[in-house]
């Protein structure tokens, strides 16, 4: 299920280092997208990145043969052409990830051409004129090695196991969590709080400090927004709150995230009620991070989150998380249609997106 790269070992990481690929407290996501179970949703293309989606167009300048830089507003953002005028990234101001695209052909049920890493810095109008980007950016064009969509199928039904050099298993087939035996929070099925470190079976140092203890009955197990932090934080090395309100970094919950001050807010936040639905879902990108209202017992609370994998076959953007009801990641539709436009369930609850 995973994309065939090779993956790096690394060991775990705490305190101020963030980064093990550019070197201070980013990163940026791409991969070899890859699924090679049937009756899964393929993933083309997403068309935002060319301008003809969303608000905000604007045509890019460019010289022949070489390069072209064009910007874009609602967000804004930097977009690199080649000398085609076909896109090569998409740089959000406030942001580190940066979403690219390059020609693709697969016999894998799932592929996109869109890869999204994390930059060491977050961009800002201009910046593809500093070192850091040039030199990020000279490295990374071109790479090949595992991203966000990479690790984030690493954690499916069916994903094979890895193993770092001390043994630990890092990835594979993840639960949502344990079963629910004792009728408490409210009756669901399967307890949540299984934050990655419980998935790995390893004590983790946060940098505030404190050390995330692994329980037992979660071992293997990743709730939506322990998923999300397996992917951006422990894989591709965000900053990593300890909880929602102690350090820096991405929080622990769906809520905090998305409530935080990380990232630029693409759909913002207007409520939690119906009513509040955001409508202007074509600025989404692959990467983006979206935040739902599923619970009425949670209140005001948001207490689900995803990432955005991009437009499928019949052109109706999908998601990918972990749930409940298939016990774990998934872009299934059991419990809701993996779908962020029309009125499925999923769709008419989202409530916001985040771009870190």
């Known amino acids: 299920m995973a994309a065939k790269a090779k993956k790096k070992s690394r060991p775990v990481v705490s305190g101020l280092v963030v980064l093990a690929l550019v070197g201070t407290s980013g990163y940026l996501t791409l991969e070899l997208r890859k699924q090679e179970e049937t009756g899964v949703t393929e993933v083309r293309n997403v068309g935002v990145l060319d301008g003809s989606r969303g608000s905000g167009g604007g045509g890019a300048s460019k010289d022949d043969g070489e390069e072209s830089w064009s910007r874009l507003e609602n967000p804004a953002r930097s977009v690199l052409r080649d000398a085609d005028g076909r896109i090569k ?39 593809e004129k500093k070192k850091w980007f040039k030199e990020w950016y000279a490295e990374y064009k071109d790479s090949k090695e595992d991203d966000l969509f990479a690790f984030a199928f690493q954690y499916v039904a069916g994903a094979p196991q ?59 197990a990743l709730d939506c927004s322990g998923f999300i932090r397996m992917v951006l934080g422990y894989r591709a090395r965000y900053p990593l709150m300890s909880s929602d309100t102690s350090g820096d970094g991405l929080p622990r919950t769906a809520n905090g995230m ?33 935040f739902f209202k599923l619970d009425t017992r949670t209140k005001e609370r948001l207490d689900h989150v995803g990432m955005v994998l991009g437009y499928d076959t019949e052109g109706h953007l999908i998601f990918v998380s972990s749930r409940e009801e298939v016990n774990g990641p998934t872009i299934g539709d059991m419990g809701g249609v993996s779908r962020l436009d029309g009125n499925g369930y999923y769709a008419k609850t989202l409530r916001s997106a985040k771009r870190l």
């Open 162 to 220: 890895k193993k770092d050099e001390q043994g630990i298993v890092y990835a594979g087939d993840a639960d949502f969590g344990p079963l629910n035996t004792t009728g408490a929070e409210g009756g669901d099925l399967r307890l949540e709080q299984s934050d990655f470190y419980d998935y790995l079976g390893v004590p983790y140092p946060f940098r505030d400090g404190s050390t995330g203890t692994p329980e037992a009955m979660r071992a293997k």
């Open 258 to 290: 998305a409530r935080s001050e990380e990232g630029v807010d693409v759909l913002p936040l207007a409520g939690v009620s119906p009513d509040d639905r955001p409508s202007a879902i074509d600025q989404l990108q692959p990467g983006d991070l979206v």
């Open 89 to 127: 990234a998409v740089l959000t101001d406030g942001a580190r990830t940066a979403t690219f695209e390059e020609p693709a052909s697969t016999s894998s049920k799932v592929s996109s051409t869109d890869w999204v890493r994390l930059m060491p810095e977050a961009w800002e109008k201009g910046a």
